[in-house]
């Protein structure tokens, strides 16, 4: 008599939870209004206006790699994707943010910041479906090898700035530009330090 009572009471509990469809939850991707139709992306190698070597390498491949990660839009070839995500690197900005403890002029810790100025743009009509800046940053404690520092510094950064590019176009977060608005987050918006 217990046993049948505990599952009339559990399937009561099943039973609300299907209808209820879990009270608004939504399994997927949930992507702006102007890329619902967008299933797949190319993604060619970003240009590079800054002077740091192999820059558009490093975001290119980070931003691929986290698209696949994300799985909101498969990475496809130019020829069979829906649209074409295109980025040009800006700036690289270096800020000390610790210095030496007896020589104000020598940073022990930096702050390393790329900003990324991205379009989408629909594969068969080259229509602008999105735009707006993504950034990245990292930060570093300099030790004697500065260059391999700082190489690892980008990197972290580029990971970073993919993460926020691809948030921006998978989840339409936000603070998201729409097509001519320019904008995206600002680093103090997103880092309290």
Known sequence: M???????????????????????YHV????PDK???????????????????RASVLVTNAVIRQTQIDGSYKVAA?????????????????????TA??????????????ILDYTIED??????????TARGSSHIFLDQNFQLSERQAVEDAAKDLADDLVSKISE??????SV??????????????
């Open 172 to 177: 339409g977060i936000p603070g998201q530009s």
């Open 78 to 98: 130019s020829n069979k994707a829906d649209a074409v995500l295109k980025g040009t690197i800006k700036e690289v900005r270096r800020r000390p943010l610790r």
């Open 123 to 132: 594969a068969r009509t080259n229509a602008v479906l999105a735009d707006g």
């Open 35 to 53: 890329m619902k139709d967008v299933a797949s992306l190319s993604i060619p190698t970003f240009k590079n206006m800054t002077l740091t070597p």
């Open 28 to 31: 997927g991707a949930v992507k």
């Open 180 to 193: 001519g608005a320019g904008g995206g987050r600002s680093l103090s918006d997103r880092v309290n330090l």
């Open 2 to 24: 217990q046993v049948s009572r505990i599952t009339s009471i559990f399937g009561s509990v099943l039973t609300a939870l299907v209808l209820s469809n879990c009270a608004g």
């Open 101 to 114: 403890r007896f020589n104000s002029l020598k940073t022990r810790e930096m702050e390393v910041e790329l």
